[in-house]
């Protein structure tokens, strides 16, 4: 993967692929569903370093709890693309696209059914499925 990402507090190169075990341990800061900037490990303070590990603490609880994680920009909704339900997500990005015009590589869970719930977090959505009653 070819980027020129960087730390941005120092300015160091990102790794070329950040799926790898050379990027591990740099972290991501996210507003609004966009990544704001990258922090090397040697950049990262103890308050970074405490909310990536309770940022990944979430993740692994929501993802036992039956949860699936999607990363930003995502609208999440219970009809389609071609026939819209209820957007359950992702709102502020859709008001993004009708402002600048530009749809920013926006992906879309579709068809979700009813009583799915999406919760916002760090660089994401958790989708929480509908529970079964028997």
């Known amino acids: 993967m070819d980027h020129n990402l960087k730390c941005g507090r120092c300015e160091n190169a990102a790794p070329g692929d950040l799926t790898s075990a050379d990027a591990a341990d740099w972290n991501a800061q ?11 490990p040697g950049c990262q303070t103890p308050a970074d370093s405490a909310a990536a ?3 990944a603490a979430e ?7 039956g949860a699936q994680f999607v990363a930003d920009p995502v609208i999440c909704m219970t009809g389609t693309m071609a026939a819209p339900g209820t957007i359950l997500y ?5 008001r993004r696209v009708l402002r600048t015009g530009q749809a920013e590589n926006l992906g879309a869970v579709e068809s979700l059914p009813p ?8 660089g994401g959505v958790l989708i929480h499925p509908p529970t079964s009653v028997e």
């Open 30 to 40: 996210w507003e609004a569903g966009h990544l704001t900037q990258l922090i090397c």
């Open 53 to 55: 590990e309770a940022n």
């Open 59 to 65: 993740l692994r609880v929501a993802a036992e709890g």
């Open 90 to 94: 992702g709102e502020d990005h859709l």
């Open 115 to 122: 009583g799915t719930r999406c919760v916002p977090t760090v």
